[in-house]
């Protein structure tokens, strides 16, 4: 009991480098009962099927245990994970073209989590249903780096991470996913009148 006390004190990173370098199992299965939850989450936004979230939560996973000594403690190790965790989902996406046709936005449940800052005051305005149907509008990536952004609440510098670009290049890549989806939102509301 004593050895599992200790394992719940280490800090993730550390858990992290107790898997690389030792290959020790008990760290692993505390970074899965620390993480399991958020990867699956994560995988279910993507593609919205259950049952298919549960396997891509588990090939994470298993690309986890032999990837992990990559990690080299420059970023926090819920940032890694979560880069990978990305990078598994939208690679998976892209080579399964059944799985195309199940791509769907991430339903977004309070547009406020959508605004930064409240220098957002027109996407606070948007309905709840047309954002959702401006969002599968828009192109995939756009889609993610919104999601990411404002629902998940990844900062700048973890989204140049995850996304392996530059500052500028992610606040560009915002800029034209808003501007994109300011677009097709308008686009929508001007059907409907």
Sequence with gaps: MKEKVDLLRLTDEELAFGVGVNRDVKFFEEIYNRFSKKVYNKCLSFVKNQ????????????????????????????????????????????????????????????????????????????????????????SHEERMILLLKYQDDTSVKELQEVLGIGQSAVKMRLSRAKMNLLKAYKEIKHEQH
């Design 51 to 138: 049952e298919m979230a549960e396997d891509l939560t588990h090939d994470v996973f298993l690309q986890l245990f032999v990837t992990i000594r990559q990690f080299k403690g420059k970023s926090k190790f819920s940032t890694w994970l979560y880069s990978l965790t990305y990078n598994y989902c939208v690679n998976y996406l892209n080579r399964d073209k059944n799985a195309k046709m199940l791509r769907e936005s991430v339903e977004m449940h309070e547009t406020s989590e959508f605004v930064e800052e409240g220098n957002e005051n027109l996407l606070l305005e948007m309905e709840s249903k047309l954002l959702e149907i401006a969002l599968q509008k828009i």
